[in-house]
Nanobody, 124 residues
Framework: QVQLVESGGGLVQAGDSLRLSCVASVDNFRGYAMGWFRQAPGKEREFVATISRTTNTYYADSVNGRFTISRDNAKNTIYLQMTGLKSEDAAVYYC??????????????????WGQGTQVTVSS
């Protein structure tokens, strides 16, 4: 079983930066492709970014160039560095893990393991 705990959310102003972290309690963390998703009130959960076991990264068009996903296998942790935050980035951000040895995916349904989420609020 994979347990994921996010942190780093908060209230920021438009244009600010924020870094989210997600720590995984699992053996062989390097064997998991990971992703960040977000969900705003009244909207469906949506893909933000994903990182493969070999650190290939992919982003949603809406955050490409502003957000950076990374991983530190020694710390069982992935990060989401967010810059140039906009009001439309406000949401609960979730960390997710693919099944062991699986490839990356942009689809919510492909991720069986989820954290509890961390709130990001952006004031304009």
């Amino acid at each position: 079983q994979v347990q994921l705990v996010e942190s780093g959310g908060g209230l920021v102003q438009a244009g600010d930066s924020l870094r989210l972290s997600c720590v995984a309690s699992v053996d062989n963390f390097r064997g998991y492709a990971m992703g960040w998703f977000r969900q705003a009130p009244g909207k469906e959960r949506e893909f933000v970014a994903t990182i493969s076991r070999t650190t290939n990264t992919y982003y949603a068009d809406s955050v490409n160039g502003r957000f950076t996903i990374s991983r530190d296998n020694a710390k069982n942790t992935i990060y989401l560095q967010m810059t140039g935050l906009k009001s439309e980035d406000a949401a609960v951000y979730y960390c997710a893990a693919r099944p062991l040895w699986a490839t990356i995916s942009r689809l919510v349904a492909d991720y069986p393991y989820w954290g509890q989420g961390t709130q990001v609020t952006v004031s304009s």
